[in-house]
């Protein structure tokens, strides 16, 4: 099965600064390449993804870059806002199997 | 579109007894549902992948006579925790993905904490 790694664990930022998070993945047959955001007692919600045939996507503040010749791709989130700061988990995926998630990256942002 | 109910969201009950949680996909049909479980400040983990009409498939270490699964519909799925015991006591959270739709993508509820005394 997938082995998903995720770093770092906890990350903390200022306002207004950019935050990268990365996730090294085991299966080379995994295809897509979502991440989500997760806020205390929420369910977890798609924030963006990637599918295989690029190598990076964005939208506003957020960009995922995808490098699947070393299996990893980030989250990067620019000029950071309070309300930002969440769990994030990526959960790389061959697409039909169950999504299986990171560890998780606690994000905050100090104002 | 794509919203995915639970219910209750949350819920108190005495050890022993057995609480069942409802997955309702409210806009689609969904023929896969999944089900994990999230303990305080860790990930969700995988319990089960319960498919329309047949039997569930459990992860590893998930006992199935103790987390029963129905998913008599396209638009429902049921987990039953039987015999409830205080490790137990979690945040559940159901997904399902689109019949016909695009095969990677999973919709989430928005959970349900369960607390055993």
């Known amino acids: 099965g997938e082995n998903v790694e995720q770093h770092p664990s906890t990350l903390s930022v200022q306002e207004g600064d950019s935050a990268v998070i990365k996730c090294t993945y085991s299966?080379?047959?995994?295809?897509?390449f979502p991440w989500y955001k997760q806020e205390l007692g929420k369910r977890p919600q798609l924030i963006i993804d990637?599918?295989?045939?690029?190598g990076e996507k964005k939208d506003q503040r957020i960009a995922v870059t995808l490098n699947k010749t070393a299996k990893h791709f980030s989250l990067h989130i620019t000029e950071t806002q309070p309300e930002d700061s969440a769990v994030y988990f990526c959960?790389?995926?061959?697409?039909?199997?169950?999504?299986?998630f990171g560890k998780g990256t606690r994000l905050s942002v100090i104002a | 579109g794509a919203v995915v109910s639970q219910h209750p969201s949350r819920v108190i009950c005495k050890s022993g007894t057995s609480v069942k949680i409802e997955c309702r996909s409210l806009?689609?049909?969904?023929?896969?549902m999944f089900w994990y479980r999230q303990f305080p400040k860790k990930s969700l983990m995988l319990m089960a992948t319960?498919?329309?009409?047949?039997?569930?498939?459990?992860e590893q270490g998930v006992e199935k006579d103790k987390f029963l699964i129905n998913h008599a519909s396209l638009t429902l799925s049921t987990l039953t925790v039987t015999s409830a015991h205080p490790e137990d006591s979690s945040f559940y959270i159901c997904?399902?993905?689109?019949?016909?739709?695009?095969?990677?993508?999973?919709?989430f509820g928005p959970g349900t904490r369960l607390l055993v005394l």
């Open positions: 299966d080379s047959a995994s295809n897509y």
């Open positions: 959960a790389p995926n061959s697409g039909n199997t169950p999504l299986v």
């Open positions: 806009d689609f049909q969904a023929t896969t």
């Open positions: 990637i599918r295989s045939n690029v």
């Open positions: 319960s498919n329309e009409g047949s039997k569930a498939t459990y």
């Open positions: 997904s399902a993905r689109v019949a016909g739709g695009l095969e990677e993508t999973q919709y």
